[in-house]
Nanobody
Framework: QVQLVESGGGLVEPGESLRLSCAAS????????IGWFRQAPGKEREAVSC????????HYLDSVKGRFTVSRYNAKKMVYLEMNRLKPEDTAVYYC?????????????WGPGTQVTVSS
């Protein structure tokens, strides 16, 4: 059974950092890309970043470039989203999702999400 589970969210102050984890199970992570998304209250879900099978990373939001990094550890079946210099506008539920490559648009499995709140 394919599963993705996010963790690591929480309440932090502006300027602080968080590392989100996406734990994969039920499939071989090596063969897939993992995308990170977020959805703020009252807003549509937006794509944040994606890491491909070759570890190539794409950031879709200009606002996270230079602050967010994505990495993967296939042997542990984990993907990470490191978020630095967090801003209140980063507050959202963050999701990871699986797809065949970052160039594809469809994700076939999603995690339940983890809440990130940035507030003083």
């Amino acid at each position: 059974q394919v599963q993705l589970v996010e963790s690591g969210g929480g309440l932090v102050e502006p300027g602080e950092s968080l590392r989100l984890s996406c734990a994969a199970s039920g499939f071989t992570l090596d063969y897939y890309a993992i995308g990170w998304f977020r959805q703020a209250p009252g807003k549509e879900r937006e794509a944040v970043s994606c890491i491909d099978r070759t570890n190539a990373v794409t950031h879709y939001l200009d606002s996270v470039k230079g602050r967010f990094t994505v990495s993967r550890y296939n042997a542990k079946k984990m993907v990470y989203l490191e978020m630095n210099r967090l801003k209140p506008e980063d507050t959202a539920v963050y999701y990871c999702a699986r797809k065949s490559s970052c160039s594809e648009s469809d994700h076939d499995h999603w995690g339940p999400g983890t809440q990130v709140t940035v507030s003083s």
